[in-house]
């Protein structure tokens, strides 16, 4: 995929050359373009949740839109530059970055949301998030407590030696999902999927995997809103990775049961479903995870 450089503007920590700390994942509705009043709604009539809990939400949120840091935060004093260029994958991570802010902040926008550019830190081995303890076994994830994407980029050796999900393109669904939930954690539905999820223990996991998929369907939105930037071979790279990490296939390659109760991301089929609709459509208005609940 040919994406430009790294815009300034980006927000990049870097917890490699520090050794400090700071301190996954997808969701609902996806109606953006309908702003928080629909979202309250859907709360209330997918969840159960009090429309005025998700409208105060929605307040906090845009009162603290003026307060945002600065767009980097970098540790151990190195520069944007030197975070971003440490290796490939950390130049790739960067340019992704660019690019899904450059994307999805004219949606919000136009929405008249309030939108802030998640920050994505990079770390080695382990790391401190606002989530806990980062570990590279947990591969990349975000933590919705202080908005943040995590990467320890050995992960993409991993993604092509371990799961046969190499490219270019690949990297960039992986950097794409997590912006996903970023996505979801400022329209308010992760909240409410949270919300929902404390309140029915039984149906945390079928909400979690609904999360995911839609994650994977806004991953596909970016790539089809960047069609132009799109090479022979990307797409299958992508579909690639999302049947690679699917539930039912790591079980299937761990030698595990098969046990989809216990599933958490969705099966190949579905994320490869999903992250096509994305694909297909550029639209976030499809995305809807959740649209069979209400029914």
């Known amino acids: 995929m040919r994406l430009n450089d790294f815009g300034r503007n980006i ?9 400090g700390g700071l301190g996954g994942g997808l969701g609902g509705g996806g109606k953006l373009g309908c702003g928080a009043v629909v979202v309250a709604i859907i709360g209330a009539v997918v969840f159960g949740i009090d429309p005025s809990t998700t409208l105060a939400t929605f307040d906090q949120v845009q009162g603290g839109m003026n307060s945002q840091s600065a767009p980097t ?7 944007l530059e030197q975070s971003c260029t440490v290796n490939a994958y950390s130049l790739e991570s960067c340019a992704a970055l660019s690019s899904l802010d450059d994307t999805w902040q004219p949606l919000f926008m136009a929405a008249n949301l309030p939108f802030r550019r998640p920050v994505l830190n990079f770390y080695d081995g382990t790391g401190g998030s606002g989530c806990g303890t980062a570990q590279a076994a947990m591969g990349p994830f975000y933590c919705p407590a202080d908005e943040g994407i995590y990467i320890d980029t050995s992960f993409y050796d991993d993604l092509q030696g371990r799961f046969g999900a190499g490219g270019d393109f690949a990297r960039a669904y992986v950097m794409a999902h997590e912006y996903g939930h970023h996505v979801q954690k400022l329209t308010g539905i992760a909240d409410q999927v949270r919300s929902a999820q404390s309140q029915d223990r039984s149906s945390a996991n079928q909400l979690q995997v609904r999360m995911e998929l839609q994650a994977d369907c806004y991953a596909g939105v970016w790539a089809a809103r960047n069609r132009d930037r799109i090479e022979p071979g990307d797409l299958d790279e992508g579909m690639r990775a999302a049947a690679a990490i699917g539930d039912d296939t790591l079980m299937r390659n761990a030698g595990q049961r098969m046990a989809p109760e216990s599933f958490t991301h969705g099966t190949s089929a579905q994320r490869t479903q999903w992250l096509q609709r994305g694909l297909t459509t550029g ?7 959740f649209a069979d609940l209400r029914r």
């Not at 976030?284 to 995870?289: K, L, R």
């Open 73 to 79: 935060g970098q540790d151990g004093g190195q520069t």
């Open 11 to 19: 927000r990049v920590r870097d917890q490699r050359r520090s050794g």
């Open 283 to 289: 639209d976030e208005d499809q995305c809807d995870t």
